[in-house]
């Protein structure tokens, strides 16, 4: 996954620097005056204001404010990455959505460009989702997309990956070691059939495809696209190969 960067080398140098100049430009100032000195005429001379307790005071007032800075950024982190994997999220089915999806194509495409090591790209999509929206509500079209995707999520291998496509479209990345996604898909097929229903029997139409040495990501996503579509025309509930 690609993830924000939240601290970047360039600036944390930057700020070390300018913190650096200033403090050297203070120390040229403290010294030309000498300050220290300065203070402890003051304190001698106000012995009874008790000003020289104020020193060990400043040091224990500095230590607490770093450990509150600390403990204030540690929170801030946390929430910050709270929202990033919230950002990531299809709100109703928990899958990645489509701007996770993005970097996780982005990821795979980049790994197989750099090593020669392949995935493949399953895309499917409800049969007849509309009507049973219309026949039954949009409350039990929304159940059906949460239960596809428990179904999906348990019989795909732990390093693939799933996304909330769009609607009732989603994407399954398959890594390298899934040798043969066609069957992959159509024992995933049959398994939706078997699993996912209401009143009506639910099924999927699936495409399938693999990158090859030359394509774009782009290239294969339309790919899956194209076989998605032909599965689509051949009567549904089927899998096809591009």
Known sequence: MLHYQYLHRSSFVRDGLWLLAINAVLFFLFAQYDVLELIIGLVKEHEHWE???FLPLGVTLTFSLVIFIYRRLVELGRVTQAFEELAKQDPLTYAFNR????AILHNFYVKAERDGEGFSLLQL???NFKRINDSYGPSVGDDILINLVNIIQKNIAANSQLIHWHSDNFIV????EVTSPYEFANKLRETIAQQLFTTDTI???MGVTSWRKGLSLQDVLHNVEDALLDAKAANKNIVKVA
């Open 51 to 53: 000003l020289d307790e």
């Open 99 to 102: 701007r996770a999806g993005q």
């Open 125 to 127: 999509n409800i049969d």
């Open 173 to 176: 990345v398959l890594p390298v």
């Open 203 to 205: 099924t999927c139409s």
